[in-house]
């Protein structure tokens, strides 16, 4: 398992990735770890999803989820902000509530 670092402002978040595996002909940008996959799967679903995230976490306003727009790292700083736990916290959270909410 790769290990990655997201920078957020002046945070660093490490994320754990599966290995990426690279079909000929393919580029590093046509490549999705399977957590991007997962997101990718709740922005692109983020009405859908919206219902289920204020579920969890029901300090979000309809403003909030509206404003979020399905973004993963905008979610985690309204939690972070609404909750008063730090970012890293607030990531463990919606990767917790993405492995039960996604189907793999």
């Not at 690279?22 to 679903?45: K, Y």
């Not at 985690?76 to 902000?81: A, D, H, L, P």
């Amino acid at each position: 398992m790769r290990k990655i670092f997201a920078v957020t402002g002046t945070c660093v978040l490490l994320l754990a990735a599966a290995p990426l595996a690279m079909a000929e002909n393919s580029t590093a940008t046509e490549i999705n770890t399977e957590a991007g996959s997962t997101w990718n799967q709740i922005e692109g679903n983020w009405i859908v999803f919206k219902g289920k995230v204020k579920e969890q976490w029901g300090k979000l306003t309809d403003d909030d989820l509206t404003q979020i727009q399905g973004q993963r790292d905008q979610l985690v700083g309204r939690i972070q902000k609404l909750y008063g736990i730090s970012v890293e916290k607030a990531n463990e959270e919606v990767t917790d509530w993405e492995k039960r909410v996604v189907a793999p």
